[in-house]
């Protein structure tokens, strides 16, 4: 069976309602049976017809995260369509680049979101606040999804013209910033699953200034002391990476005018290895360092760090069965010593 066979074999069969379109002409060019019931169509009249006639909005068509969306990656996005007889449809919709029949298209599987939908004149559910933050960084991801195309295109422009991109590549550092901040948003929402490894904790921190490039600044002096040997964790190794991205983001929103910034690792015992982020910045008072993790908090009572990096920071540690000591000089500099278990 050819790769093209296999592909029209799996794309039949899935229960999961799919279709492929154009985001181009926003037509859909293929739908499965099981989306024709989805939207209870047949299949046949889904099939090249313009995608609003989904969304029953002669106004809405193609989501806006469903635009610009980079080859070899996937973005998922709420969205409330229409079926036939005029019902509301609420959705998640995974959507992948593909090439079809020459086009540059999206395959995308469209999964109800989990609540009732609401008929003609009812109302519909209110909305969770985990739904809430789903669709917010649903649709805030399109629009950085948006922008990370137009910043490669600057790229190539500006350095065509000049030779150095830089306004580009900041504009790229911010745009992996808001990616940062919107996994912060979903690692609190619970919406990361941990995929456990094998890893040395002591590489993660010497290539660290690669992983933490979108959150420093030229004024920030990184210093990177990994520990000697090998420090091997079983965890997440990407949970791991965004825990010290989340630390090392607080620590530069406290560094308004620069300075140094310290990450060390070690081994603590045979059960424990540690890690260590030090930086210059804002003291916290002593009467807040109890709520340091505490989400929303004032960024004023922590020192110029902000609580939902460091609440997400918390959460990722929870997860993997971490401890953390908080301490704060009395004029300037935090140090937050991170313990977690070692590999057996």
């Not at 610009?68 to 919709?93: F, K, M, N, Q, Y």
């Not at 420093?216 to 990184?222: C, D, F, G, M, T």
């Not at 300075?259 to 603590?268: E, M, P, S």
């Amino acid at each position: 069976m050819t790769d093209e066979h296999l592909f029209r074999h799996i794309f039949e069969i899935n229960p999961v309602a799919m279709l492929v379109v154009d985001p181009d002409t926003e037509a859909v060019l293929e739908a499965n049976a099981a989306l024709g019931e989805l939207y209870g169509m047949t299949r046949e009249t889904i099939v090249g017809i313009p995608y609003y006639k989904l969304t029953g909005d002669l106004d809405r068509g193609l989501e806006p995260a469903l635009y610009g969306v980079p080859a070899g990656t996937r973005v998922v996005t709420p969205a409330d369509h229409r079926r036939a007889d005029g019902s509301l449809l609420d959705l998640e919709i995974v959507a992948t680049p593909i090439e079809y029949q020459g086009v540059q298209a999206l395959l995308c599987a469209m999964r109800p979101a989990g609540k009732p939908a609401a008929g003609p004149g009812l109302p519909a559910a209110p909305a969770s606040a985990s739904g809430l933050v789903r669709g917010f960084t649903g649709e805030v991801g399109g629009l950085l999804n948006n922008l990370r195309g137009y910043a490669d295109e600057l790229m190539v422009q500006i350095a065509a013209l000049h030779g150095d991109p830089v306004g580009a590549r900041e504009l790229g550092d911010q745009i992996r910033r808001g990616d940062l901040l919107l996994r912060q948003l979903r690692v609190l929402d619970g919406d990361d699953e941990a995929i456990p490894e094998l890893f040395d904790l002591n590489e993660v921190i010497a290539t660290a200034d690669v992983l933490l490039t979108p959150v420093l600044r030229p004024e920030i002096e990184l210093v990177l002391e990994p520990g000697q040997g090998e420090l091997n964790l079983y965890a997440d190794r990407t949970q791991v990476e965004m825990a010290l991205a989340c630390l090392v983001s607080s620590s530069v929103n406290a560094m308004p005018d620069g300075g140094k910034l310290v990450i060390r690792a070690g081994a603590l015992s045979a059960e424990l290895a540690w890690f260590g982020v030090e930086d210059e910045g804002a003291p916290i008072r002593p009467d807040s360092l109890a709520l340091v993790f505490e989400p929303f908090q004032e960024p004023s009572l922590l020192g110029r760090r902000t609580g939902l990096e460091l609440a997400a920071f918390k959460h990722i540690l929870d997860e993997i069965g971490g401890r953390v000591e908080v301490s704060s000089g009395a004029y300037r500099g935090v140090s937050v010593l991170v313990m977690v278990p070692r590999a057996a």
